[in-house]
C-alpha cells in the first residue's frame, strides 16, 4: 500500500514578484527556464504549469521589448588587463611568494615578540634590523634614482643671471659711467688671475675640482641644521652656490636644497669644471650693486681683475660669505671681519699648496678697498656723454637695441676727464652769474659747447644742467643760427672755387687781398643785376652796428667781422658752392640754410658740436674727419668691430691755411694779450641779426671748441628768444669767458 503524498499547494502570485531577466534578449518561443538558464522546482513549476500565470507582468516587460536583456557594463581597463595578466602573474610570482614567504615571516615584526620576557619583548632581532635597514636604503636609492632622472637642468636662467651692464670709459681708461639695471660684466675664466680663482676656491670650496659637485658632508650638516634649529646653512660646494644663484631662488627650504643638489649633479656631469667655476665668477654678488668679480674688481679697487693681486682677491673673496658683513666701509664691525677673514683666506691658500709662504709674507697689510663704487652714475654730465657715445657705438659697430639693452660691453670713450671737468665748470659759473644779473632771463637760457680734436675725437661736451631733469642736448641742438661764426666756410669756398662776375665769364681766383666793399647796406647783385627778395625789395648786407669799412680785403674782413664783403662773395662764389664747402667741412645738410643771400651770414642752425668739427677742419689743412665719441668697443672682453671714422678732402691745404690764419688775426685782433705771440690761438665771435644767438668758435693746440648761448622756452617751443643781454657785451662777451676758461691755458 502506498501513501499517497498530496502535491504542495501552489503558492498566490505575489504583486512584488519580478521575473529575473537574464543578460541578452529572451529568445522568441522560448520558455523562461531555458531563456535564464537555471534549473528548480519553483522555476519549472512557473513555467510549465497547466494553468495560466495569473502573476502580473513585470513594468519593465510588455510586448517584444520584454523579451530583451540589458547589456552588462564594460569591464574597466585596469579589470580587463588583471585578467588578462592575472593568470601569468600568478605563475610567475605563485613560487616565488611560496619561498620568499617563510623570509617574509621571519622579518616581519611581531610585538611583542614571543618567546621574549621583560623589555627584550619590544626590540627587534638582528634580521628585522637588517631588513629594515636595507629595504631603507633600497627604496632611499631607488628615490634618488628617480629624482635625478626626472630633475631637468632648466633651459631658462633668471633674468638678472644673463643681464649686464655697459660700461663706459674716459680716454684714459679709466670708468666713466655705467648703465643697465645690473652691475655685471661677464670675464673669461683665462683672463682671471690663478690667485683670484684659488682665493676664490680657498673661501668656498676648496674641493671644488675633485667633488661630484655637491657635498655629501655639507648637506647632511644643513639637514641636521634645519631640523634643529630651522636654517640651512651652510653645505653648498660653488656648483651648488651656482646654481641657486641662476637657476633657483633664493628661499631657505629643504625642497629648494634638494632640487639645488639634484641639478648641480646633473649640471657637474655635463659642463667642465671650469666653466661652473667661470659661470660662478661672473654671477656672483659682491655688493656695492655688482655682479661678477670683474665688476667687483672695479668698484672696490677701479682696475679690471686682471690687475688684482692675491690679497685683493682675497679681501672679494671674503665678500661672497656676505658683502653686507664684510664690506669694511660700511661700519667698523665690518672692518675686523674683512680683516679676520681676509687673513685666514690667505692662510687657507697657503695650506692648499696655491700660495708660498714666502708670498703670504708679502700680505701683512689689508687692502683697503676705495670708499666709494667709481662707476657711480652722476645723472648730471655723464648722461649726456653716454647718451652721445652709446648712439654711435650702436650706429658704428651695428649693434641692435636688444642686443645693446642686453650689456655686457665696455665703450672706450674719446672724452677727455680734465677736459670736460674744465667745460662744465666755465658753464656753470657763467650760469651762476647769470641768475645773479637776469634771474628773469637765466630761466630760459641755455649754453651749448663742445671740443673736437683736428682727428675727430670729441674731447668734451656740455649738454645742460642735468640730463636727469633736461635730456635735451644743448651741444648737440640745431636751433639756432650760427650767425657771422658762418663766415669762414663761405671764405673757403670762395678761396677754393674762386668768383664767376658775369654769367659766361672766365672763373677768377680769390686771395686774401682781394678786396671787396665793406660798407653797411651795400646791395647784394648778381650778373643780372641787384637781387630782389620775393616781397619787391633789394637785398642789402649789414654790419654789425651799422658800421662802414670801405674797400677792404677779405682777410681783413675776417679779422675784423666784417659782414658784407661775404654777403656778396657767397653770390659770386655760388650759393651751391658755398653750402656744399660748408657741408665737406663738417656741417650737416639738414642745419644748412636756404640757398639764398643770407646763407652766407649765417642763415644756417649748426650744433656746437657741428661748429667746432667744422672749424676742425681747418686746423688740420683741410682734412676733415667724421667727429666720434668711441674709440674702441669690446664685449665680455672680445673685441667688436669697430668701422673708423670716415676722413674726406674738404678744401685744399692752402685754403685752409689761408682760413686759420684770418681765425688766428681775428683773435688777436679782438682779445691781444690773451695768448702769447707764439701761441697758434684762432677764433671768431658769432652774432645775429635778430640777437636770437652768441657764439665764439675757436681753437688752439690741434683743438678746436664752440660755445654758443641762446634762450629757449622748452614748455612752449623751441622758437628761440632775443637774448636781451644775456649774452654780455662786446667787451666781456658770456660765450668767449667760457671758451677761453675751457682752453686754458692758452698757450
Excluded at 61 to 84: E, M
Excluded at 581 to 596: D, K, M, N, R
Excluded at 719 to 732: H, N, S
Amino acid at each position: 500500500m502506498q501513501l499517497k503524498v498530496p502535491a504542495p499547494p501552489r503558492p498566490a502570485a505575489d504583486e512584488t514578484m519580478q521575473l529575473r531577466i537574464p543578460e541578452g534578449e529572451i529568445p522568441d518561443g522560448s520558455d523562461m527556464s531555458a531563456a535564464s538558464g537555471t534549473s528548480g522546482s519553483t522555476s519549472a513549476a512557473a513555467t510549465t504549469s497547466d494553468e495560466p500565470d495569473t502573476a502580473p507582468a513585470s513594468p519593465g516587460i510588455s510586448g517584444k521589448s520584454s523579451r530583451r536583456r540589458r547589456k552588462a557594463p564594460r569591464p574597466s581597463p585596469a579589470a580587463r588587463v588583471a585578467a588578462a595578466l592575472g593568470p601569468r602573474l600568478a605563475l610567475v610570482l605563485g613560487p616565488l611568494a611560496a619561498r620568499l614567504g617563510p623570509y617574509a615571516r621571519r622579518l616581519r615584526p611581531l610585538y611583542p615578540r614571543p618567546g621574549r620576557t621583560g623589555w627584550r619583548r619590544w626590540i627587534p632581532s638582528w634580521r628585522q634590523s637588517l631588513g629594515g635597514f636595507l629595504a631603507s636604503l633600497g627604496l632611499s636609492t631607488l628615490f634618488l634614482v628617480v629624482a635625478y632622472a626626472a630633475t631637468d637642468i632648466p633651459d631658462n636662467l633668471n633674468t638678472y643671471a644673463t643681464q649686464q651692464d655697459n660700461v663706459y670709459f674716459w680716454a684714459d681708461g679709466t670708468p666713466m659711467a655705467r648703465t643697465g639695471w645690473v652691475q655685471r660684466q661677464a670675464m673669461p675664466l683665462k683672463d682671471v688671475p690663478e690667485d683670484v680663482r684659488w682665493a676664490v676656491l680657498a673661501a668656498e670650496n676648496e674641493s671644488f675640482y675633485s667633488d661630484p659637485g655637491i657635498s655629501f658632508k655639507g648637506i647632511t650638516r644643513a639637514l641636521f641644521r634645519t631640523l634643529g634649529r630651522g636654517d640651512t646653512q651652510g653645505g653648498s660646494t660653488i656648483t651648488q652656490q651656482y646654481v641657486k644663484n641662476v637657476y633657483l631662488n633664493q628661499d631657505q627650504t629643504l625642497t629648494r636644497k634638494f632640487h639645488e643638489a639634484m641639478i648641480a649633479l646633473k649640471l657637474d656631469n655635463r659642463m667642465s669644471k671650469d666653466e661652473i667655476l667661470e659661470s660662478y665668477l661672473n654671477t656672483s654678488w659682491f655688493g656695492r650693486g655688482t655682479y661678477g668679480i670683474q665688476r667687483a674688481a672695479q668698484a672696490y679697487y677701479g682696475k679690471d681683475v686682471s690687475e688684482l693681486n692675491a690679497s685683493e682677491a682675497a679681501f672679494l673673496s671674503a665678500l661672497l660669505k656676505g658683502a653686507g658683513l664684510y664690506d669694511p666701509t660700511l661700519n667698523k664691525a665690518n672692518h675686523e671681519r674683512a680683516v679676520e677673514r681676509w687673513s685666514w683666506i690667505l692662510d687657507r691658500m697657503v695650506a692648499i699648496g696655491k700660495l708660498s709662504p714666502q708670498e703670504r709674507a708679502k700680505y701683512k697689510t689689508f687692502p683697503e678697498p676705495l670708499k666709494s663704487n667709481p662707476l657711480y652714475d652722476t645723472g648730471e654730465q655723464s648722461d649726456y656723454l653716454v647718451q652721445l657715445a652709446s648712439q654711435y657705438a650702436k650706429k658704428t659697430a651695428r649693434i641692435s637695441d636688444k642686443d645693446f639693452d642686453l650689456g655686457g660691453y665696455q665703450i672706450y670713450t674719446t672724452f677727455e676727464k680734465h677736459r670736460e671737468a674744465q667745460l662744465t665748470e666755465a658753464v656753470t659759473r657763467a650760469r651762476k652769474q647769470a641768475k645773479e644779473d637776469h634771474p628773469k632771463l637765466a630761466r630760459t637760457a641755455h649754453y651749448g659747447a663742445a671740443s673736437i680734436a683736428s682727428d675727430g675725437r670729441i674731447l668734451a661736451v656740455y649738454g645742460g644742467p642735468d640730463h636727469r631733469k633736461q635730456g635735451y642736448n644743448e651741444s648737440n641742438a640745431t636751433t639756432v643760427p650760427a650767425g657771422s661764426a658762418f663766415l669762414p666756410f663761405v671764405y673757403a669756398a670762395g678761396l677754393e672755387h674762386g668768383v664767376r662776375k658775369t654769367r659766361d665769364g672766365e672763373v677768377t681766383p680769390v686771395t686774401g687781398e682781394t678786396l671787396y666793399n665793406g660798407d653797411d647796406g651795400v646791395p647784394v647783385t648778381t650778373p643780372e643785376g641787384p637781387y630782389w627778395d620775393r616781397s619787391g625789395r633789394k637785398v642789402a648786407a649789414r654790419n654789425d652796428g651799422g658800421r662802414s669799412y670801405g674797400q677792404i680785403s677779405l682777410h681783413q674782413a675776417l679779422a675784423q667781422s666784417v659782414n658784407t664783403p661775404f654777403m656778396q662773395l657767397g653770390m659770386d662764389t655760388g650759393l651751391e658752392k658755398v653750402r656744399s664747402t660748408a657741408e665737406a667741412s663738417g656741417l650737416l645738410s639738414s642745419s644748412i640754410g636756404a640757398q639764398v643771400p643770407t646763407l652766407s651770414t649765417g642763415s644756417s642752425t649748426p650744433s656746437a658740436i657741428r661748429m667746432a668739427s667744422g672749424y676742425a677742419t681747418f686746423v688740420a689743412d683741410g682734412l676733415h674727419t667724421e667727429p666720434y665719441s668711441v674709440r674702441r668697443i669690446t664685449h665680455n672682453g672680445d673685441k667688436v668691430a669697430l668701422a673708423a671714422a670716415p676722413s674726406r678732402r674738404a678744401m685744399g691745404a692752402d685754403t685752409a691755411r689761408e682760413v686759420q690764419s684770418a681765425l688766428v688775426d681775428a683773435f688777436r685782433t679782438a682779445h691781444p694779450d690773451a695768448a702769447p705771440a707764439s701761441a697758434e690761438v684762432a677764433g671768431k665771435v658769432g652774432t645775429t641779426e635778430d640777437d636770437t644767438a652768441a657764439w665764439y668758435v675757436g681753437s688752439a693746440k690741434k683743438v678746436a671748441t664752440a660755445v654758443v648761448v641762446y634762450r629757449i622756452d622748452l614748455n612752449k617751443s623751441l622758437e628761440p628768444l632775443p637774448l636781451q643781454g644775456l649774452d654780455g657785451t662786446a667787451t666781456e662777451s658770456v660765450p668767449y669767458g667760457i671758451w677761453s676758461r675751457a682752453m686754458s691755458p692758452l698757450d
